[in-house]
């Protein structure tokens, strides 16, 4: 048996089954964790979707901001962009039973020393704190008036946690730590617009994962998100967007030895 963490698959199906085919995957015996942002840019987000689904209890995905914007497109409470390719999954047969399961998917997975979550964990949060926060959003998007929150979900502010939050400024806080962030101040007020190489953060910010101090750095945090990074293998830190839709590689790493799986993409 084998855990096999994936990065950013983003719609690229094709280069997926590659992947799979390369680490010689069974899910009678293996597992995949998936970083999230399984779909949209790539061309074939539906069939991701239905492979992922497929696979049951073989395979641990949590969400990513593209992701959660499918979900908020299919609710009404997002609007598309000209770089969407998600029509094949909202005009499918089994949109809703996908969709559906799709939101009850967490926005943090936590097993034994490892944490898989999208983009990141603010420097002051425990991954046990992060584990409850992200259980109050995972709540909100399996109850019946889950729309409302999607319709107050998007947006930049507030920029940092406060734990006196409250409604969905609280509930956003949480998803754009764990969906969106890269550059966070030591003092964890988040800055969204920057997405280059961590060597170059904007003045008064650090990548998250380099705060000194983190409050997580007890886990080994296993995260996507950022293909400008691309794979970054630290002793608390295993970070898989290697740009597989921008035309480099999709990774797959072997946690049990940190082995190191690429199959390369087609450009974009």
Same mark, same amino acid.
């Given at each position: 048996?084998?855990?096999?963490?994936?990065?950013?698959?983003?719609?690229?199906?094709?280069?997926?089954?590659?992947?799979? *085919?390369?680490?010689?995957?069974?899910?009678?015996?293996?597992?995949?964790?998936?970083?999230?942002?399984?779909?949209?840019?790539?061309?074939?987000?539906?069939?991701?979707?239905?492979?992922?689904?497929?696979?049951?209890?073989?395979?641990?995905?949590?969400?990513?901001?593209?992701?959660?914007?499918? &979900?908020?497109? *299919?609710?009404?409470?997002?609007?598309?962009?000209?770089?969407?390719?998600?029509?094949?999954?909202?005009?499918?047969?089994?949109? /809703?039973?996908?969709?559906?399961?799709?939101?009850?998917?967490?926005?943090?997975?936590?097993?034994?020393?490892?944490?898989?979550?999208?983009?990141? %964990?603010?420097?002051?949060?425990?991954?046990?704190?992060?584990?409850?926060?992200?259980?109050?959003? /995972?709540?909100?998007?399996?109850?019946?008036?889950?729309?409302?929150?999607?319709?107050?979900?998007?947006?930049?502010?507030?920029?940092?946690?406060?734990?006196? %939050?409250?409604?969905?400024?609280?509930?956003?806080?949480?998803?754009? &730590?764990?969906?969106?962030?890269?550059?966070?101040? =030591?003092?964890?007020?988040?800055?969204?617009?920057?997405?280059?190489?961590?060597?170059?953060? =904007? =003045?008064?910010?650090?990548?998250?994962?380099?705060?000194?101090?983190?409050?997580?750095?007890?886990?080994?945090?296993?995260?996507?998100?950022?293909?400008?990074?691309?794979?970054?293998? /630290?002793?608390?830190?295993?970070?898989?967007?290697?740009?597989?839709?921008?035309?480099?590689?999709?990774?797959?790493?072997?946690?049990?030895?940190?082995?190191?799986?690429?199959?390369?993409?087609?450009?974009?």
């Amino acid at each position: 048996m084998a855990t096999y963490a994936i990065g950013d698959i983003q719609g690229c199906f094709e280069e997926l089954q590659r992947l799979l *085919a390369v680490i010689d995957f069974d899910a009678r015996r293996d597992r995949l964790w998936l970083v999230g942002d399984l779909v949209n840019r790539g061309p074939r987000s539906l069939e991701v979707l239905r492979l992922i689904k497929s696979l049951g209890d073989a395979a641990i995905t949590v969400l990513g901001n593209h992701d959660l914007h499918l &979900v908020m497109l *299919a609710a009404g409470c997002s609007r598309q962009r000209a770089d969407d390719t998600l029509d094949a999954v909202l005009a499918a047969p089994d949109r /809703e039973e996908l969709l559906a399961w799709l939101r009850s998917r967490p926005l943090l997975h936590v097993e034994g020393r490892y944490a898989l979550v999208h983009a990141g %964990l603010l420097p002051q949060w425990s991954v046990k704190k992060a584990r409850k926060l992200a259980a109050e959003v /995972e709540r909100a998007l399996s109850a019946d008036d889950y729309r409302q929150m999607l319709a107050h979900l998007w947006g930049s502010e507030p920029a940092a946690w406060d734990d006196q %939050l409250e409604g969905w400024a609280r509930l956003r806080v949480i998803v754009n &730590v764990m969906t969106r962030m890269r550059f966070c101040s =030591p003092a964890g007020v988040m800055e969204f617009k920057t997405k280059g190489e961590a060597s170059a953060p =904007p =003045p008064g910010y650090l990548p998250w994962f380099a705060v000194p101090g983190r409050r997580s750095g007890d886990h080994v945090l296993v995260t996507g998100h950022w293909s400008a990074l691309g794979v970054r293998l /630290e002793p608390n830190l295993l970070a898989l967007d290697s740009g597989c839709y921008w035309g480099q590689q999709l990774s797959a790493l072997r946690l049990e030895d940190r082995r190191l799986f690429q199959v390369d993409c087609a450009s974009a």
